[in-house]
């Protein structure tokens, strides 16, 4: 049927809600003289009359609001899905990372200040992509040395001497991750592991797997808190796209950092 048709339908069946509705209560008013049987009579007009009024401002109202509702949210989702971003957490622990690295192939990414929490929270994952995977596994921390340390410990609570400290125990994580691998009698896998020292500012923290990314924003004032803001995003081909962007600045993060030689023993840290 026509849409044309459907729409005439609909008005005449609208009009004749209304109409139906004045032509009783009209009729109850002449010719009925029983007050029970005339509030009968007046509750029906009543509700045919509504009906009708309704399903007319529903029609000229309503739905163009609607209808306007449902292209914003389109608009809306066409925006979101051109930064590729799959979700949003206001705490990074929400974040499943085991599942990340389980479904990780080609590239593992990690940046961030020290993470010895992270680092140790996800040691085993991290321990077997090393060891049964053919993962490139880049991390990049900040620079025990680096101009921002002293603004660092302050945002930690803690001194800049402790947060080095910080910063050369997860080395020795790494480390001792790497020689592990290099002493495997049979390998059975090509993965690889980098670790670098950068000087960059800090602004967040980036996590990348494969096509993945994650991005878990940084506290503006002291003190820890798990209550960051996290974005999980994919990559895509739209030129808005916040894993291009995010792994752009990982790159070129990597060409201003320094590159730490992993093969000497770790050493235990006091």
């Not at 009783?24 to 003289?33: D, E, R, Y």
């Not at 991750?177 to 690889?192: D, H, I, M, N, P």
Request: charged share 25%.
């Amino acid at each position: 049927m026509k849409k044309e048709n459907l729409t005439l339908r609909y008005y005449i069946g609208v009009s004749a809600f209304i109409i139906g509705g004045l032509l009783v209560l009209i009729l109850s008013q002449a010719f009925i003289k029983s007050n029970f049987w005339q509030n009968i009579a007046d509750d029906i007009a009543g509700a045919l009359f509504m009906s009708g009024a309704l399903g007319l401002v529903n029609d000229l109202i309503l739905k163009d609001k609607m209808i306007a509702l449902i292209i914003e949210k389109l608009k809306v989702k066409e925006e979101i899905d051109k930064t590729g971003i799959l979700s949003f957490y206001k705490s990074s622990d929400a974040i499943k990372y085991k599942t990340f690295f389980d479904n990780s192939k080609r590239n593992i990414d990690i940046f961030h200040v020290y993470g010895r929490t992270w680092t140790n929270n996800n040691h085993n994952s991290i321990k077997n992509k090393i060891r049964n995977s053919n993962c490139k596994i880049r991390v990049i921390l900040v620079n025990p040395n680096s101009k921002f340390l002293d603004g660092l410990a302050s945002t930690f609570n803690c001194t800049s001497d402790e947060l080095k400290r910080r910063i050369y125990e997860v080395e020795q994580m790494w480390k001792a991750l790497y020689v592990e691998k290099k002493k495997q009698k049979k390998r059975r896998s090509q993965s690889s592991l980098e670790l670098y020292y950068t000087d960059c500012f800090p602004a967040h923290s980036l996590y990348r797997f494969d096509d993945k990314l994650i991005q878990v924003q940084s506290k503006p004032t002291r003190g820890r808190s798990n209550e960051l803001t996290t974005i999980v995003c994919k990559k895509s081909t739209e030129p808005d796209n916040l894993y291009n962007k995010y792994l752009e600045e990982i790159e070129d993060i990597i060409v201003e950092s320094t590159l730490i030689n992993l093969e000497n023993e770790p050493v235990t840290t006091h």
